[in-house]
DNA sequence: CCCGAGTTGTATAACGATGTAAAATCTGCC
DNA sequence: GGCAGATTTTACATCGTTATACAACTCGGG
């Protein structure tokens, strides 16, 4: 098939050795050695065979990122990120999707293509810690996401609790009164969602707004859909939330429909906030106020852990990253200027 | 590292081929060998190295597909596509971006990666016929989109015009007479867009609708950013269509933005028509009228194509497959029901 | 002129799988 | 019992690379 070693070593007459050694920058070549081998290279147009290389060195330079979709947005723009980081240190990115189904989930941790990548960064949304400590593979792992797990992996998440409260504390200083939620997740304590549901709990208790179970919408999903049924059963409830803050802008949007159907105006009858800052939300016909986590940052902490994990001889603490977050309002909660 | 052959033929007390044809399924193995064989296998746990098996046969049981952005929600959705379809037929998707910039675009047709995939999937923008003509990797290509070569390659991509023409005379159906477009492509004959700007301005000339180049405006790229500046450019320019044609459907949610903010109603005052079908499009404030392509049948058209070339031992000749489309009416042109 | 230290290059053995060809074993039948 | 013919199993080479260990060469100093 391709150009080897062997044929560019027969060509310059040294041995395959010689020209591994030049291919990979090894000090003690004569120039005129590696020039020669050089020459014959760029005349044969060889190309390590990087399959082999990976055989023989126990690595493959791959690593996996497995979010719940790709059709979500803020996954999209986040794959963008790690395969962008990564490639600048000579990894690639396998890009994978879960569905969001925990058997799914299971059995990307439990080393599903472990012969295939290096390390795998997961973004889970069903599992459950039980199947964290079962783990059968011993490539290294690093969560991505909201989700707290008491098992030794890294783990990049913003503060959500503190996240939820900035978004719900900015829906009060507005003024709102009735402040729903969108998005939560029955009986799942340790569920994505828990904790900015805790946060927007607290900041309802502090500021004396009701926050009633009547006030909190849960849903099967993530989706636009979800977040659009979600918004209609509230509405169809009787209860008449003057502010909602939403899971996510995927829920938002969807919410965001629902009301439009309804003739209700955003922000004066009901405001909106979301979660994720993805593209769509700044140009909707309302332009979506939202938690906006820093996703350079989660992209590039998250691929840094594993990768230096890869690298590390020595065991490693298992740590918790929290990259940052900002608030950004727009039309949804203060109107058009 | 990992358990191989030989610790299983150790453990077994058979040969490594024995136990790599009990893996393998090959007839010739007594059945008792074959179970105790497999018990071994289960025992320890034993899964293939598929480094070492892809070294051996020469593939490596992956194909890329790279498409312009990943933020583009229509990508995403092709690409979730075209994985789950490769991962039915036991190959594994790379998936790439390229920005939709040449040099990029290039350095993949190249055989960038050529020694970890078997072929390539390749939705091109501004790759030129000579680059393809120039290509040096000899590993199966097939293009995806609506740019047209003369190369010898399969090529996947519906009836560009007829889809523009349709989203036209839909228009035009429905009233309308000065009929803008947004996303030209300047200068460049074999673009993505000038297909569709075809069958716009065919329609408009049989219909009797100006088509000057006072209503088309051109953009740099395709994003809802790109699609917002073109409407303001056309408003400004003191253009007052009362339809735009949109050569994708981020750019139509970027003119339904300007839209809003200028004060204008969808579709009382401009009706907008994209092309895509892209999920956003079904949940904007006003929904989106769009051309959709059937995004499954050319994910399946796309792999299946390329997969048949990496089986077949003889030539085929280079085909051009259409998938269908279907015009979605939602209210951005015919109002809310 | 020889010796040790350092540099440069090579032969060979892996990595873990599969293909080939030959060896071992099992049939059935005379 | 022995032999042809089929079946089952094995030993060994091979894919393209890197690691190891050693051979060959260079150089300065005694």
Same mark, same amino acid.
């Given at each position: 098939?391709?150009?080897?070693?062997?044929?560019?070593?027969?060509?310059? @007459?040294?041995?395959i050795?010689?020209?591994?050694? $030049?291919?990979?920058?090894?000090? &003690?070549?004569?120039?005129?050695?590696?020039?020669r081998?050089?020459?014959?290279?760029?005349?044969?147009?060889?190309?390590?065979?990087?399959?082999?290389?990976?055989?023989?060195?126990?690595?493959?330079?791959? =690593?996996?990122?497995? /979010?719940?979709?790709?059709?979500?947005?803020?996954?999209?723009?986040?794959?963008?990120?790690?395969?962008? &980081?990564?490639? @600048? !240190?000579?990894y690639?990115?396998?890009?994978?999707?879960?569905?969001?189904?925990?058997?799914?989930? /299971? !059995?990307?941790?439990?080393?599903?293509?472990?012969?295939?990548?290096?390390?795998?960064?997961?973004?889970?949304i069903?599992?459950?810690?039980?199947? !964290?400590?079962?783990?059968?593979?011993?490539?290294?792992?690093?969560?991505?996401?909201?989700?707290?797990?008491?098992?030794?992996?890294?783990?990049?998440?913003?503060?959500? /609790?503190?996240?939820?409260?900035?978004?719900?504390? &900015?829906? $009060?200083?507005?003024?709102?009164?009735?402040?729903?939620?969108?998005? %939560?997740?029955?009986?799942?304590?340790?569920?994505?969602?828990?904790?900015?549901?805790?946060?927007?709990?607290?900041?309802?208790?502090?500021?004396?707004?009701? %926050?009633?179970?009547?006030?909190?919408?849960?849903?099967?999903?993530?989706?636009?859909?979800? @977040?659009?049924?979600?918004?209609?059963?509230?509405?169809?409830?009787?209860?008449?939330?003057?502010?909602?803050?939403?899971?996510?802008?995927? =829920?938002? /949007?969807?919410?965001?429909?629902?009301?439009?159907?309804?003739?209700?105006?955003?922000?004066?009858?009901?405001?909106?906030?979301?979660?994720?800052?993805?593209?769509?939300?700044?140009?909707?016909?309302?332009?979506?106020?939202?938690?906006?986590? &820093?996703?350079?940052?989660?992209?590039?902490?998250?691929?840094?852990?594993?990768?230096?994990?890869?690298?590390?001889? @020595?065991e490693?603490?298992?740590?918790r990253i929290?990259?940052g977050?900002?608030? $950004?309002?727009?039309?949804?909660?203060?109107?058009?200027?």
């Open positions: 098939m391709g150009i080897s070693l062997k044929d560019v070593a027969q060509r310059a @007459g040294v041995s050795k010689t020209v591994s050694n $030049v291919v990979n920058g090894y000090r &003690h070549v004569t120039p005129e050695t590696r020039q081998v050089q020459r014959v290279i760029d005349e044969l147009g060889y190309r390590p065979n990087l399959t082999a290389r990976h055989l023989r060195k126990g690595r493959t330079g791959m =690593i996996a990122l497995a /979010v719940p979709e790709l059709g979500n947005p803020y996954f999209a723009e986040l794959a963008d990120a790690v395969i962008e &980081h990564a490639a @600048g !240190l000579d690639i990115v396998l890009l994978d999707h879960t569905g969001g189904r925990r058997d799914q989930e /299971v !059995l990307f941790a439990q080393g599903f293509r472990a012969r295939v990548i290096d390390g795998l960064i997961l973004s889970p069903e599992l459950e810690n039980e199947d !964290l400590l079962a783990r059968g593979s011993d490539a290294p792992l690093v969560l991505l996401g909201e989700r707290q797990y008491d098992a030794p992996y890294d783990h990049i998440a913003i503060d959500n /609790v503190a996240a939820a409260r900035t978004a719900a504390a &900015h829906l $009060v200083e507005i003024g709102r009164r009735r402040i729903a939620f969108i998005g %939560a997740r029955h009986g799942r304590a340790r569920a994505t969602a828990h904790q900015r549901l805790r946060g927007w709990r607290e900041v309802m208790s502090e500021t004396g707004r009701p %926050a009633g179970e009547d006030l909190v919408a849960a849903t099967d999903g993530y989706t636009r859909e979800d @977040g659009a049924q979600a918004m209609a059963r509230l509405l169809d409830s009787g209860i008449r939330p003057d502010a909602v803050f939403c899971y996510n802008d995927l =829920i938002a /949007v969807g919410a965001m429909r629902t009301l439009a159907e309804r003739g209700l105006r955003v922000p004066d009858d009901v405001a909106l906030v979301g979660f994720d800052d993805i593209e769509e939300g700044r140009y909707a016909a309302t332009t979506l106020t939202t938690v906006a986590p &820093h996703k350079r940052a989660i992209a590039r902490a998250a691929t840094d852990a594993l990768l230096e994990r890869l690298a590390g001889e @020595g490693i603490a298992p740590r929290q990259p977050f900002a608030l $950004v309002t727009r039309e949804s909660t203060v109107g058009r200027p």
